[in-house]
């Protein structure tokens, strides 16, 4: 089908070590949302882009966390120097716009990204 | 941050009964949604609430955005083995300047249904 896609779909990593998850939005999305679903908990917001730009970064754990998008499409979410409080679940969701005056847009989300920091 | 109460935490409920959940907040938002959850797989949309008091429908699930706008609860009428999973309310704002645009998740209802 043509909906969201993330890769890898699970991913084990090692103390300190950086890791890069990657997320495809559905064609001709240009509002891409990361999220981060920890054990037991629900969603945390992470960061959302309009396009190539991220207008609000706060949402971001720590300065470990970064994320970019080239082309309107793909989004990468780095996590440098991993620790074992990373390990979660990290969604990534697209819509077809961010600043609907109705607000009328849904957020498609991927199958997610296991990470699993030992 | 906003934070969102959802209850209860867990249902056991048996074949065919009627659930219900809810979603509370400290302060209000302009759109209520309601996701469910399978294992290994990210939330699907339910149900979208965009005006306070509205009232929606489909098939077995209602939802309903509170008048205050603090509040939405989903019911599901007589439910059925594929219920089970995880419900999760998500409230957000888009506001009118601009700005963050994610969603405020509830902690979510684990939903375990018994034939």
Same mark, same amino acid.
Not at chain 1, 32 to 60: H, T, V
Not at chain 2, 64 to 90: E, H, M
């Given at each position: 089908?043509?909906?969201?896609?993330?890769?890898?779909?699970?991913?084990?990593?090692?103390?300190?070590?950086?890791?890069?998850?990657?997320?495809?939005?559905?064609?001709?999305?240009?509002?891409?949302?990361?999220?981060?679903?920890?054990?037991?908990?629900?969603?945390?917001?992470?960061?959302?882009?309009?396009?190539?730009?991220?207008?609000?970064?706060?949402?971001?754990?720590?300065?470990?966390?970064?994320?970019?998008?080239?082309?309107?499409?793909?989004? $990468?979410? +780095?996590? @440098?120097? !991993? &620790?074992?409080?990373?390990?979660?679940?990290? =969604?990534?969701?697209?819509?077809?716009?961010?600043? $609907?005056? +109705?607000? @009328?847009? !849904? &957020?498609?989300?991927?199958?997610?990204?296991? =990470?699993?920091?030992? | 941050?906003?934070?969102?109460?959802?209850?209860?935490?867990?249902?056991?409920?048996?074949?065919?009964?009627?659930?219900?959940?809810?979603?509370?907040?400290?302060?209000?938002?302009?759109?209520?949604?309601?996701?469910?959850?399978?294992?290994?797989?990210?939330?699907?949309?339910?149900?979208?609430?965009?005006?306070?008091?509205?009232?929606?429908?489909?098939?077995?699930?209602?939802?309903?955005?509170?008048?205050?706008?603090?509040?939405?609860?989903?019911?599901?009428?007589?439910?059925?083995?594929?219920?089970?999973?995880?419900?999760?309310?998500?409230?957000?704002?888009?506001?009118?300047?601009?700005?963050?645009?994610?969603?405020?998740?509830?902690?979510?209802?684990?939903?375990?249904?018994?034939?």
């Amino acid at each position: 089908g043509a909906g969201v896609s993330q890769s890898p779909s699970n991913k084990v990593t090692e103390k300190g070590k950086d890791v890069e998850l990657r997320c495809d939005p559905i064609s001709g999305h240009t509002a891409l949302y990361w999220y981060r679903q920890s054990l037991g908990q629900g969603l945390e917001f992470l960061i959302y882009f309009q396009g190539n730009s991220a207008p609000d970064k706060s949402g971001l754990p720590s300065d470990r966390f970064s994320a970019e998008r080239t082309g309107g499409s793909v989004s $990468t979410l +780095t996590i @440098q120097r !991993t &620790q074992q409080e990373d390990s979660a679940v990290y =969604l990534c969701a697209s819509s077809p716009a961010a600043l $609907t005056p +109705t607000g @009328q847009e !849904t &957020q498609y989300f991927g199958p997610g990204t296991r =990470l699993l920091v030992l | 941050g906003q934070q969102l109460n959802q209850s209860p935490q867990s249902m056991f409920i048996q074949e065919g009964e009627d659930v219900s959940m809810n979603c509370t907040s400290s302060s209000i938002f302009n759109t209520w949604l309601w996701y469910k959850q399978d294992p290994g797989e990210g939330p699907v949309l339910l149900i979208a609430l965009y005006k306070a008091g509205e009232l929606t429908s489909n098939g077995r699930l209602t939802a309903q955005f509170g008048i205050t706008r603090k509040d939405s609860f989903l019911n599901i009428s007589a439910s059925i083995p594929s219920d089970v999973g995880i419900y999760f309310c998500a409230g957000q704002n888009l506001p009118s300047g601009g700005g963050a645009d994610g969603l405020t998740f509830g902690k979510g209802t684990h939903l375990i249904i018994q034939p």
